[in-house]
T-cell receptor, first 111, second 115 residues
Framework: GNSVTQMEGPVTLSEEAFLTINCTYT??????LFWYVQYPGEGLQLLLK?????DKGSNKGFEATYRKETTSFHLEKGSVQVSDSAVYFC??????????FGSGTQLTVLP | GAGVSQSPSNKVTEKGKDVELRCDPI?????LYWYRQRLGQGLEFLIY????????KSGLPSDRFSAERTGESVSTLTIQRTQQEDSAVYLC?????????????FGPGTRLTVL
């Protein structure tokens, strides 16, 4: 079946540091890949997505590239801000309509 | 427009009692999903509704869990004879289509605590 393995947290960075959160997946067929974010006290919301190999999703300075050869979808941001502090979830959407989520990575950015 | 809404936002119940959780999807969204999020963990799929098709119940953890949806509107998730391991945040999501590539829009969740 489908599965998502996500970098364990928590991750603590200083403002303007570079961020990478690793995500790898196992799936049959050609899944779509997502990063969702949950800000403190808020609901889960889509950050970015990619629907086919070599696609790059981007939003709010975050990027992730769909790498079929390494079955990865790592999240990156060149310069994090305090307001990026949140829990980040990697997810996979395949032939089964529901999403398969990773366990989440708590990011804290210090001023 | 309005997003996905869920009620109640918090529910505390005693072991053995039944609870009913409600989800109002975004108007016009044909697909509706229920997930469970245990503390410090990712989301677990519970059940999926698409239009008038038979629901996909493959994620329901036991026969104490059931869900209904009336057409393309409100859904209720019912947990009978609650157990302490049912304590979690229950999230509802909806999407405009039923494809694995479609964005799902999530509600704020219902935090269930079983004493």
């Amino acid at each position: 079946g489908n599965s998502v393995t996500q970098m364990e947290g928590p991750v603590t960075l200083s403002e303007e540091a570079f961020l990478t959160i690793n995500c790898t997946y196992t799936a049959t067929g050609y899944p779509s890949l997502f990063w969702y974010v949950q800000y403190p006290g808020e609901g889960l919301q889509l950050l970015l997505k990619a629907t086919k190999a070599d696609d790059k999703g981007s939003n709010k300075g975050f990027e992730a590239t769909y790498r079929k050869e390494t079955t990865s979808f790592h999240l990156e941001k060149g310069s994090v801000q305090v307001s990026d502090s949140a829990v980040y979830f990697c997810a996979l959407g395949g032939s089964a309509r529901q999403l398969t989520f990773g366990s989440g990575t708590q990011l804290t950015v210090l001023p | 427009g309005a997003g996905v809404s869920q009620s109640p936002s918090n529910k505390v119940t005693e072991k053995g009692k039944d609870v009913e959780l409600r989800c109002d999807p975004i108007s016009g969204h044909t697909a509706l999903y229920w997930y469970r999020q245990r503390l410090g963990q990712g989301l677990e799929f519970l059940i999926y509704f698409q239009g008038n098709s038979a629901p996909d119940k493959s994620g329901l953890p036991s026969d104490r869990f059931s869900a209904e949806r009336t057409g393309e509107s409100v859904s209720t998730l019912t947990i009978q004879r609650t157990q302490q391991e049912d304590s979690a945040v229950y999230l509802c999501a909806s999407s405009s289509g039923g494809s694995g590539g479609d964005e799902q829009f999530f509600g704020p969740g219902t935090r269930l605590t079983v004493l």
